[in-house]
Structure formats: structure tokens, C-alpha cells
């Protein structure tokens, strides 16, 4: 089973930049499929990105252009890069398995842009 701790949210103003770190542990990450999700207050958690264990990658309408996920098998870490972030990007971002598993669920990092 893998486990997976999030980080990297914050608190910045509209057209900064953040990155998330999402760490895992448990065997076989370099395999996995992995994804960043995010759910904001009301409403249904969405996808935002994924990459393959060959580094495809695909991203959500709403996120094309300005984020970017990748992935360091060797740390066993998958990183969420955002740029140009708007308030709408308000909401707390998982990392999970691509699809997600449900047991897999972390705490989430809270980010939260200010207009």
C-alpha cells in the first residue's frame, strides 16, 4: 500500500507561485501512475494533473499552461509546479495514484490565493 504526505501550500497573492511536494512510501512507486487532485470548499474534488511511470503527462483544462507535474523516482516524490495562480485555484491538493485509490487519501496541503 502507499502512503503519501503532502506539502508545499501556502498563502499567496494572485500571479504567484507555489510548488508541491508529494512524498510516498511503500514499493513500487516508480511504476505507478500518479495524479494531483484538489477539492475547494463546496464542491466535488477534481483532477488537476497526472503523469505516467514514462513521465505522459495530462492536465486539467482549467490548469494547462500554467501547472506543471513531475516526478524523482530516486526520492520517491511527485511535485505539482504552479504558476500564475489565480483565486480559483483555492482548495486543498492531494496526491493519489492515477486513477486514485481510496486508501490512499492524505491529509492534503491547503492552498490558498488572495486576489
Known amino acids: 500500500q502507499v502512503q503519501l504526505v503532502e506539502s508545499g501550500g501556502g498563502l499567496v497573492q494572485a500571479g504567484d507561485s507555489l510548488r508541491l511536494s508529494c512524498a510516498a512510501s511503500?514499493?513500487?512507486?516508480?511504476?505507478?501512475?500518479m495524479g494531483w487532485f484538489r477539492q475547494a470548499p463546496g464542491k466535488e474534488r477534481e483532477f488537476v494533473a497526472a503523469?505516467?511511470?514514462?513521465?505522459?503527462?495530462r492536465y486539467a483544462d482549467s490548469v494547462k499552461g500554467r501547472f506543471t507535474i513531475s516526478r524523482d523516482n530516486a526520492k520517491n516524490t511527485v511535485y505539482l509546479q504552479m504558476n500564475s495562480l489565480i483565486p480559483e485555484d483555492t482548495a486543498v491538493y492531494h496526491c493519489?495514484?492515477?486513477?486514485?485509490?481510496?486508501?490512499?487519501w492524505g491529509q492534503g496541503t491547503q492552498v490558498t490565493v488572495s486576489s
Open positions: 493519489n495514484t492515477d486513477p486514485p485509490r481510496e486508501t490512499s
Open positions: 503523469i505516467t511511470w514514462s513521465r505522459s503527462t
Open positions: 511503500g514499493r513500487g512507486f516508480s511504476r505507478l501512475a
